[in-house]
């Protein structure tokens, strides 16, 4: 069944910044789409980071170079330290490859900034406390938020919004962002409405204000490092 989209895309190719890097998470349709890889430009100027065994469905596109990661690997390019880290979720592409491919949350830090952020998308688990112990404290937490109703479906694939904060504690972050909500209807939970209800249960959590970050479609903002003499930059 096609999912239903629900927000037009804001992202024409021609308006596109330079792309460098690009980091796949796992091979799910929602986060792996064939034909926006393919529609890249100048694909040969691209470094793509992907989990293990994923590299096979990118051949035919003339990256630069394609690096496949196991969990707890690193792999350096253009200044970034990005580091493969085990997150609770599953990989499938049909009906009878479910696991066959490894999928993996990403922390990235900055080797002259200092500066860190880690992506996950997943279900909680003890790996967050663990991951923000061995490469926290991070300074922004992507949280992947949505399709987490019904539960009895969606446990061990998408956590629920008090979890979701409680990785991002864990994490020891210091900007939350909530991502994964807004753009496709996957659960039951009001899409529109989970990025403001993960501010509420962040809130309740005793998270400031000022390190909830709801961001909509195309916008962009700038974190300033604490430590300025990067100017900000990672």
């Not at 100048?42 to 990661?69: C, D, Q, S, W």
């Amino acid at each position: 069944r096609q999912r239903q989209m629900c927000i037009r895309d804001r992202f024409k190719r021609d308006n596109l910044p330079r792309i460098d890097v690009v980091a796949i998470s796992h091979n799910h349709y929602d986060h792996f789409d064939l034909p926006t890889l393919e529609s890249l430009p100048n694909p040969e100027n691209i470094t793509l980071i992907m989990p293990l065994r994923m590299g096979a469905y990118v051949e035919h596109i003339p990256f630069k170079e394609v690096i496949e990661l196991a969990w707890d690997e690193t792999v350096v390019r253009l200044g970034i330290e990005v580091t493969a880290l085990p997150v609770v979720h599953f990989s499938a592409r049909g009906l009878f490859d479910r696991n066959e491919i490894l999928w993996a949350g990403f922390a990235l830090k900055g080797l002259r900034s200092g500066g860190s952020l880690f992506h996950f998308e997943g279900d909680y688990g003890n790996t967050y406390r663990r991951i923000g112990q061995e490469h926290g404290p991070f300074d922004i937490a992507l949280i992947a938020v949505g399709a987490y109703k019904p539960r009895d479906i969606m446990v061990g694939a998408h956590c629920a919004l008090d979890d979701c904060v409680q990785a991002g504690i864990d994490l020891k972050a210091d900007i939350l962002i909530p991502v994964h909500w807004g753009t496709t209807v996957l659960g039951t939970e009001d899409i529109y409405e989970t990025g403001q209800e993960f501010r509420e249960e962040a809130l309740a959590k005793g998270i400031p204000d000022e390190s909830i970050w709801l961001m909509k479609i195309g916008e962009t903002l700038i974190y300033k490092l604490k430590d300025d003499s990067a100017n900000g930059h990672y």
